[in-house]
DNA sequence: TCAAAAGTGTTCTCCCTACACCCATGG
DNA sequence: CCATGGGTGTAGGGAGAACACTTTTGA
């Protein structure tokens, strides 16, 4: 049961899958967390993962990771970096393939393997396993960094959603503040929100109007290169 | 001699680091191939790599396979995408961790290896081995992305060089067309390069400014943050 | 004297910015 | 009636885009 029966003539080294999964809960960005059961850092919070499989691309492990260990379906998913230094690993040299997913954090969280998963914000992110508090830094740059070529807010938003929503989101994002006005008339400017008829209450104050992301207007804009500027 | 003494429980894979090297002969964007003398492939051109050491990072095994097989050296080196197709390489799975590396093509090239390294025009690319005219695709959007945020374009260029090599540079990275004026005006503007004394003879009509890279100007506005826009 | 390359300035437009008022509602 | 939040318009400034003339030199 200890056998060692995959054997090469050089040294190989493990290859893991890593998601960082961001969510947005209205107010702040948040990652999600599962608490690990094993050793090592048994106890610590770690970014959903495992070991790939041998006839599956990195992609399609971080995806069968994150359904397994979540039961979470990604709106996005994006390699974003690969970690390889030697030591990162106590078992052995274990070197991960890192992806940024997002998700709409009101879907169920929970997964098979009933291990502990918990939304974090990311002002209080606690003490990480391994090298992932490398990896978050890493995978929030990312995020900041692709929001300017690519309206992947709208990922972490609901299918309808205000435009205080989306903009209290490009500002956790980006770590930055808007004009209100200004915001509203670049956004509606740019075309890719399409005014839905329906309205809601998001305070007892005043109702606010419903939009919804049009694909169909992003993919013509992109195809003709655009870019969003923030 | 064909023992195979690196045992595991499970089967890992193999890793690589591959380099896409480019450099630019004033005109065009030029990569870096060599020419394989074993198989698979053999004959074919391919990106300069090789097996990651169990006691280097991924960055420190691009570096050196850099410098084995084409004595240069990087101005600029960065990790950009992570290759796990499970049939991409024939022997057995190999996943190559590739890296985007820029260097004054003025530089001498030739390897250790002796094996038969060239310049090739990124209009002119021979058959590649393995992916790697995928990886070759991912490369050079990569790098398109990155000169919206880095004058990456710097280290592509001589010490001293004047405007129009680096519009034509910036022509070739993002395949548009400037107006010569509004471009000098931008880049001198932008206060990231500072004006020579010197000149020289590019063409035999008329003697031109040499500029050089303010290195200095560029981490100060960086710490502001700024971006420069094309 | 002509062709080719380098240097330089102006105008127009558009977008970003700063900023203020009105409306609807619940308490 | 007042506090809160949502919706909307305007004036000013700055940067990018379009565009032309002059100078230098070799042929």
Redesign the pocket.
Known sequence: MDEKNYCYKYPHPAVTTDCVIFGFDGMRLNVLLIERGIEPYKGRWAFPGGFLNMDETAEEGARRELKEETNLTAEYIEQFHTFSDPDRDPRERIITIAYLALVKLQTVEGGDDAAKAQWFPLDKIPQLAFDHDLILRKATEHLRERIHFQPVGFDLLPEKF???QLQMLYEAILGVR?????????M???ELLTQLDE?V??????????FSFNKTKYDELKQKGFR???
């Not at 808007?178 to 670049?186: I, Q, V």
């Not at 209450?201 to 419903?210: D, G, M, S, V």
Request: hydrophobic share 35%; no cysteine; charged share 35%.
């Open positions: 205000t435009l205080k808007f004009d209100r006005r200004n915001f509203a008339k670049k509606l400017h740019s309205t209450w998001p305070t007892p104050k005043r109702e606010a109007n419903l969003l500027e923030f």
